[in-house]
């Protein structure tokens, strides 16, 4: 993919790939949310650095790939599900998402595992 600059807090795709910066580092992981398999290289970087998924607002450690808050919402709902956003985090923790490792080349940007 050509390497244009990419606005702060924005994600996008590359591939099979999610990648922002977060920090002032590049960052990429697997696409897809543990929660319901939204598109995270739809979703945004938040103040802390974290990976936010565009359905329902779980957030990522893009470090690691671990999700670190659970989803606010199911399906079409979006909203405060306290037991339900636990639940998800729980057994999220052992899915991370994969991570990858962003290379700058030549105006090119790809991923490598
Ligand atoms: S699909 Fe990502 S939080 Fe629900």
Redesign the pocket.
Known sequence: MPDVPTPPGTVRRVGQWAVGTSRGEDFAVSRR??????D?SKGTVDADGCLV??????RYDVRTGRMVD?????LFYRGPTPGYSAL?LGYAKHLALRVGRVVRTAGRITVQR
Do not use: Y
């Open positions: 949310c543990r929660h319901q398999l939204a995270l998924c565009p359905w329902h607002a779980s659970g989803p606010r919402g199911f998800v």
